[in-house]
């Protein structure tokens, strides 16, 4: 069965910068694209960015440009979420998400907790 | 950016009721793209709808989505005590995704 195992949770300090593994099982993982997914306390869901695993490309939401990096190890299997500078409101769950043919995410990491505080 | 907008924010219903939640969009939406999740506290939101009308692999047939161009609506026909939550729409197109601020269905 498709399971995405996400790194554990984190504690950063303002302007640092943080690195989340999501490692893919169940499935040929260059097939299908990765999603990346925040939700901060008690809000709603937000996107970040979409990684193809096939080709690299990437395309990230407005408001995190240049602050964001998605990766792929197809040799692992694994995607990686990097976000720089680090702000208080970056604290977060993190969720990395398998794309399906129909562009919907039915398969979803359990979800990387990130605390930004001083 | 396609904003996609949920109403009601919340919705109070008792066992047994009929639950209906609107996602109305910015500018049309490719139908085929347009999906719907349940998320419970502490948990991974799971897929419900795909494809606007399309349920996904185990989801009970008292979920129902239906809907096009800028307004679709998801529908649970016989509420049960598990199925209240938060629900949110979602859309892909031109290599962005956008979420609904969410719906939560709360028992009355």
């Known amino acids: 069965q498709v399971q995405l195992v996400q790194s554990g949770a984190e504690v950063k300090k303002p302007g640092a910068s943080v690195k989340v593994s999501c490692k893919a099982s169940?499935?040929?993982?260059?097939?299908?694209?990765i999603t990346w997914v925040r939700q901060l306390p008690g809000q709603g869901l937000e996107w970040m960015g979409w990684?193809?695993?096939?080709?690299?490309?990437?395309n990230y939401a407005q408001k995190l440009q240049g602050r964001v990096t998605m990766t792929t190890d197809t040799s692992t299997s694994t995607a990686y979420m990097e976000l720089r500078s680090l702000r208080s409101d970056d604290t977060a769950v993190y969720y990395c998400?398998?794309?399906?043919?129909?562009?919907?995410?039915?398969?979803w990491g359990q979800g990387t907790l990130v605390t930004v505080s001083s | 950016e396609i904003v996609l907008t949920q109403s009601p924010g919340t919705l109070s219903l008792s066992p047994g009721e009929r639950a209906t939640l609107s996602c109305r969009a910015s500018?049309?939406?490719?139908?085929?793209?347009l999906a719907w999740y349940q998320q419970k506290p502490g948990q991974a939101p799971r897929l419900l709808i795909y494809?606007?009308?399309s349920r996904a692999t185990g989801i009970p047939d008292r979920f129902s989505g239906s809907g096009s161009g800028t307004d679709f609506t998801l529908t649970i026909s016989r509420l049960e005590p598990e199925d209240f939550a938060v629900y949110y729409c979602?859309?892909?197109?031109?290599?962005?995704?956008?979420f609904g601020q969410g719906t939560k269905l709360e028992i009355k």
């Open positions: 979602q859309q892909y197109g031109s290599s962005l995704y956008t």
């Open positions: 494809g606007a009308s």
């Open positions: 990684i193809s695993t096939y080709s690299g490309d990437t």
């Open positions: 500018q049309s939406v490719i139908s085929s793209y």
């Open positions: 998400t398998k794309i399906s043919t129909w562009y919907d995410s039915e398969d």
């Open positions: 169940g499935y040929t993982f260059n097939h299908y694209d």
